[in-house]
């Protein structure tokens, strides 16, 4: 329990800082794909980018789709209730997160074709950086659910455990007994 609190205060900071995911991720794999094209150059023939983007955009259409779904789908549904909870509680945040990538993902395939093959680890890394955001989001969301689903030691949200026995109490004598 712990543990998972670290790690949803350590991806609300990243949340708050969005564009470090962009500097994290896209930066060290632009480099490594780089120096990828200086020992391998038929990897990047130029269609690694558009694969990249393609993926991005699978992400990124996940998140987004979880997200509707919370909103909109009009659901009793337990499931459902907790998503809206969870996204209502954090709303701003995980807008930030899905608008910033999804323009991220629609810039990287016009980079990649104002480039071409002459950087595509810059197009590459920009996509990356999308797929982060994507993944995160993500995360972000399931986290939320586990910890806002978990009852305090000893309780549990339905009123489960606890006593059912009826109370009763008798008023005087001769009285009928009241619940």
């Known amino acids: 329990m712990q543990a998972q609190r670290r790690v949803g205060a350590l991806l609300d900071w990243f949340s708050a800082h969005w564009w470090i995911d962009l500097v994290l991720v896209g930066a060290p794999v632009a480099a490594w794909w780089h120096f990828a094209g200086h020992w391998c150059p038929t990897f990047l023939d130029g269609g690694a980018a558009y694969y990249a ?7 990124i259409a996940l998140a987004a789709a979880t997200f509707t779904c919370a909103f909109f789908f009009q659901s009793e549904k337990p499931v459902i209730q907790q998503l809206r909870r969870v996204y209502q509680h954090d709303a701003r945040t995980s807008w930030t997160w899905i608008l910033t990538a999804l323009l991220t993902s629609a810039v990287t395939p016009i980079a990649a074709a104002a480039l071409g093959p002459a950087a595509p680890e810059i197009s590459f890394g ?9 993944v995160l989001s993500f995360l972000r969301v399931v986290l939320w659910f586990r910890l806002t689903t978990r009852a305090p030691e000893g309780k549990r949200p339905d009123g489960e455990g606890q006593s059912r026995t009826k109370r009763t109490t008798y008023v005087g004598p001769g009285e009928r007994p009241t619940d």
């Open 126 to 134: 920009m996509a990356s950086g999308a797929v982060l955001l994507a």
């Open 53 to 59: 983007s393609a993926s991005s955009f699978a992400g």
